[in-house]
């Protein structure tokens, strides 16, 4: 009670809407609505009060700005230099946010298995420690077995298989009796990785690049599309790279051409594998799963002939990567890969064990508790990371974007992604950003790819303050300063929920996801809370700050 009466004394005027509200919720849904609260110090919510350290320090023009902590792990993004942007000549500090709970495993990467040079290249790149699903993927995948990859975003997913094909094909390989009468010779294509967007293909490439190094990097080629084909074509007959990354229309068109020969390529990487699933890609996908690698006559069988774990195999190694798993994928799994088994953070297992639910609830008391859900409806719980905070805010459709820059303010939020469904929609909220002082910028499907590229590098750097984005942006990206994701529109279900939420709190680091819905809306929500297994807690943002206005027990 005394925690509700302390809602009143902050927000007087907003009791009564307040307590309609909250008895909305119950009429919508069969939880049980507890009292409201507000933080028992009254200390306002914001990004700074939940352990993102940050500092006010006066810059030259006067201006309050944010120092960063330094982070004890270096990232890709830049190490917080001061930033100018060329148009409003703002000094902008860019924030790097502290790893919190990092999911770092105990081992080091010298017990992987991992050749010389390549730990090397990992010390001089800053990545001192495995992390959980790194530790487990690596040797598995050293060991030949086909793996579907499954661990929260933001895990560290891409090195998990990066790293054992870098081992085994490319500059940096071990330099074993088996393959050292390959070196020095032209190698052809040995391994593919294909991802289902330009923008995540392009990050795959970069994280290859910094692992090469300058002089190596050409035994990498991006296949992407929405570039000049020819001079990717052109690339791989001059520089004859070991490693092709791409997305699958891209790589299928160029195949067919003839101009890509994969038969005798060792590694076929699938990232965002159920994405990869989707009816767009059928046909692209079907050609690159024809045609990459040598396939056993054999079939399904012949990975069983192999002697040893270390046996050279003769077809193809099939890896399956996604923070969400869903029963499509354990069945795509099963007829692509040999024996595939599932590698999670903390277990490995046959992937023929793997039961649709199983492999995605099974660590959440939450959601196992509820019922079991289709095939459609599984609830991707240990798919995001667990240093998540989750909010509702609602909004009608006309105030989302103002309420957006409530919630910025009262967050403290340097770096956001806002997810919006529609592309014009998506415009009109820049703009409107825009006007009221706040810089944005949009990136979607329908910009060139130029503006593409410009509008990631600004948001990346931390010249523009919020990105406002589509689905385009909720797979794979990775930019480490994110603090912030508001979905203006709400995704179409839970999975996509998964993606768009983890686009913040990347390795570990703490981050916020905010969902503006109108009120007819909260059904959505609470169903997405059941499924995701996580709490989406009620709030507002009023006189700058964050409240919270319900805490709900799932029934
Ligand atoms: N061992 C490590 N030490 C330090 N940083 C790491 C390590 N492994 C990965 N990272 C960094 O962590 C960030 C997140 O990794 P990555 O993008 O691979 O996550 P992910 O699990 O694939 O996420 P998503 O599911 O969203 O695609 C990247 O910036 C990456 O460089």
Redesign the pocket.
């Known amino acids: 009670m005394s925690a509700l009466v302390s809602t009143r004394v902050l927000l007087p005027s907003l009791f009564f809407q307040r307590t309609t509200f909250l008895s909305r919720i119950s009429f919508f849904n069969t939880s049980t609505v507890l009292l409201s609260h507000v933080d028992s110090k009254n200390v306002p919510l914001t990004l700074t009060s939940l352990g993102f350290k940050s500092e006010l320090v006066e810059t030259n023009n006067k201006r309050q700005k944010y120092k960063q902590d330094v982070s004890p ?5 830049g190490e917080g230099k001061p930033l100018r942007s060329s148009k409003s000549k703002v000094v902008l500090t860019k924030r790097t946010l502290e790893l919190e709970t ?1 999911p ?1 495993a105990s081992h080091s ?1 010298s017990e992987l298995g991992l050749p010389p040079l390549l730990l090397q290249r ?1 010390e001089r790149e ?6 959980d ?2 530790s487990a993927a690596i040797p598995t995948i050293l060991k030949n077995h086909d793996v579907v990859i499954q ?10 298989y990066l790293l054992p094909i870098l081992s085994i094909v490319g500059p940096l390989r071990k330099n074993s009796p088996e393959n050292s009468d390959e070196l020095g010779k032209k190698m052809e294509i040995e391994a593919v990785i294909v991802a289902p967007s330009r923008e ?1 293909g392009m ?1 795959i490439v970069r ?1 290859v690049e ?1 692992l090469l190094g300058p002089a190596e990097k050409r035994a990498v080629q991006q296949l992407v599309g929405g570039a000049n084909r020819s001079r990717q074509e052109e690339a791989l007959k001059k520089n004859k790279p070991s490693i092709v990354v791409g997305t699958p229309g891209r790589i299928a068109e160029i195949s067919a051409a003839g101009k890509l020969h994969t038969h005798n390529c060792r590694f076929l990487v699938l ?2 594998v159920d994405e990869l699933l989707s009816f767009n890609f059928r046909e692209d996908m079907h050609r690159i799963l024809e045609h990459v690698g040598r396939r056993s006559s054999l079939g399904q069988n012949a990975g069983r002939a192999l002697k040893g774990p270390l046996e050279k195999r003769v077809e193809r190694q099939t890896i399956m ?3 969400t798993v869903p029963f499509s994928v354990i069945r795509a799994a099963r007829s692509w890969g040999n024996n595939p088994l599932l590698v999670q953070s903390q277990k490995i297992i046959p992937l023929e064990a793997a039961t649709p639910s199983g492999p995605l609830n099974i660590s959440n008391p939450i959601a196992r508790s509820s019922e079991s859900p289709s095939s459609q409806d599984e609830a991707p719980a240990v ?1 995001l990371p667990p240093s998540l905070k989750h909010y509702y805010c609602i909004s009608k459709l006309q105030h989302k974007v103002d309420t957006l820059r409530r919630c910025i303010h009262a967050l403290d939020a340097n770096s956001v992604i806002a997810f919006m469904n529609n592309t014009k929609q998506l415009k009109d909220a820049v703009f409107k950003l825009e006007a009221r002082g706040i810089k944005a910028l949009e990136l979607h499907g329908d910009l060139g790819k130029l503006a593409r590229s410009t509008a990631l590098k600004k948001f990346k750097s931390g010249e523009v303050r919020v990105l406002v984005t589509n689905e385009l942006s909720a ?4 930019v ?1 300063e994110c603090d912030l994701v508001v979905n203006l529109d709400l995704p179409t279900d839970s999975v996509h929920y998964a ?1 768009r939420a ?2 913040t709190g ?2 570990g680091r703490k981050g916020m996801v905010v969902s503006l819905c109108e009120e007819s809306e909260v059904f959505v929500v609470k169903k997405m809370q059941k499924q995701l297994g996580v709490v989406i807690t009620g709030c507002d943002f009023v006189e700058g700050k964050l409240s919270v206005i319900g805490e709900e027990r799932y029934t």
């Open positions: 792990i270096k990232t890709s993004i990092p770092f990467f990992l800053g990545f001192n420690v495995p992390t699903v790194q661990s929260y975003t933001g895990s560290g997913k891409t090195l998990a995540l990050q994280e910094k990232d965002e990567v996604s923070a798919s797979r794979g990206l990775d480490a993606h983890g686009r990347r390795l």
